[in-house]
Structures are given as C-alpha cells and as structure tokens.
C-alpha cells in the first residue's frame, strides 16, 4: 500500500477541537513551535484548526479572540468550520430552536465567558438573543460565517466532522463535513484520500487507513492532540499523553 503523503513541500500541523480551552491551545502552539524548530526551514508551514474552537470549556471567547487576531496576521493559518460554530451562529442569527439547542449542546460555558449566564426556566427568548448577538463581537460572527469546511494537501483531506463514503469528495454535503459521525468512523472504505478530522471524542487518537480522527476530548481530558504531517512524515503531538500513543 502506498505511504499517503502532502503536497510537495507542504509542512502542516492539524490541531483537533479546542472546546474553549485556551490554556491548551497556547501550550500546543508552543509544542509545535519547538518540533518545527527541530527541522529544515520551510517556506510552507500551514497550520489547520479542525473546528470546534468554542463551548464545553471555560475560554471560548479568548480562543476567538486569539484565533481571529492570528488569523489577520498569517496566510498560513486556516480555520475550519465545527458544528458547534455552526450552532452559535444560526442561534445568533434568531433561527427558531437553536438558541435552546446551543445552549444544551456546551453553549453555557461560551456565553459565560462572554459574561452572559445562561437563562434557567422560561425566559424571554427575542430579548435573550439580542443580548446574546450584542456580547458577542460582530466581526467574530462574519469571520465564522466564512470559515471555509474543508482544505486539501496531497492525499490528505482536512475537515471537521468526516465525509460520507461512496460520495466524491467533491460532493460531499455541508451537514456531513459538519456532523457525521457512525456512518464514516465505521467505514473502511477509500474515501479518495486519508480524512483528518475531529468531532467525534476518542481516548486515543484514530489511525486508519482512510482516516485519521485527533478529538482527544480537550475539554475534559487536558489533552489537546496535533497532527504534523510533511510528505511521508507523520507524527503525532499533544498537551498530555492519548492512550494508544
């Protein structure tokens, strides 16, 4: 079987769902920075967030902060869209019953740290959202809403939740790249290419030979899992030690 490998002289460090811990995202930057220290210089080192950079824990609005400002200032730093960002914007946006989902789903902690407490029992739905939409930074919600599903380097495919077996990566859904879940980490099938991808929570991280999930669960575990991959080189980087690694 042939050894899957990047684009030519692609270096890149895939980081897997920070659920609101910034403390961890700082210390796997600075994991990165010194394993990219340890090799020749490269002209093409792309770092790639899987999505779900809110919710669960307690630092969601200092990841966006940091992330939206970083962003700004590198070409070389891509975000991909999660689902739970997904949810944060259609609950801002007013969508009937998403505020409520968010909300269920690990959006308290988000909205705490914006220093909003989630509402208990029956409140004032229009009036809650408002105050919702007016605490959180617009220029946030924008840079969301454009975070692009998917990036492509090689035979590698980088997106947030997996993709549908059978279907060309090309014709992959939004709501798949976004939320699937059994029916792609059961599958064994060649997808077209090896799928990075994160948003399903594992003790360890999941090697396959058509996939390879890296949620090592940040939020609850302290471990904040990065994949590096430059041509043939695969290795794997984390805040604290996947079981399995």
């Not at 220290?37 to 630092?59: K, S």
Request: glycine share 8%; proline share 6%; net charge negative.
């Amino acid at each position: 079987m042939r050894v899957p490998t990047t684009d030519n002289g692609d270096r890149i460090y895939a980081i897997g769902d920070v659920h609101g811990r910034y403390d961890l995202l700082c210390r796997i930057f600075e994991k990165i920075e010194a394993h990219s220290a340890t090799l020749p210089p490269n002209r093409n080192t792309n770092i790639i967030l899987l999505g779900d950079l809110i919710d669960r824990g307690p630092q969601s609005a200092q990841v966006l902060e940091f992330l939206f400002n970083l962003q700004k200032r590198n070409k070389n730093f891509t975000v991909l869209l999660g689902n739970h960002e997904e949810l944060m914007i259609r609950a801002i946006s007013g969508e009937p019953g998403m505020l409520r989902a968010w909300i269920k789903l690990g959006g308290g902690p988000t909205l705490r740290s914006f220093g909003i407490e989630p509402p208990e029992g029956e409140y004032d739905l229009p009036a809650f959202t408002k105050q919702v939409a007016k605490a959180i930074p617009p220029e946030y919600v924008s840079w969301l809403k454009s975070l692009p599903l998917s990036a492509r380097s090689g035979d590698y495919f980088f997106c947030h939740a997996g993709v549908r077996p059978r279907l060309s990566l090309a014709r992959q859904s939004r709501n798949d790249l976004l939320w699937i879940r059994e029916e792609f980490l059961e599958s064994e099938v060649d997808h077209g290419a090896v799928i990075v991808h994160g948003h399903s929570v594992a003790t360890d991280v999941q090697l396959r030979n058509n996939r390879i999930g890296i949620d090592t669960g940040a939020y609850r575990t302290d471990v904040l899992t990065a994949l590096f991959l430059e041509g043939e080189q695969c290795e794997i980087l984390s805040t604290g030690q996947p079981a399995g690694t």
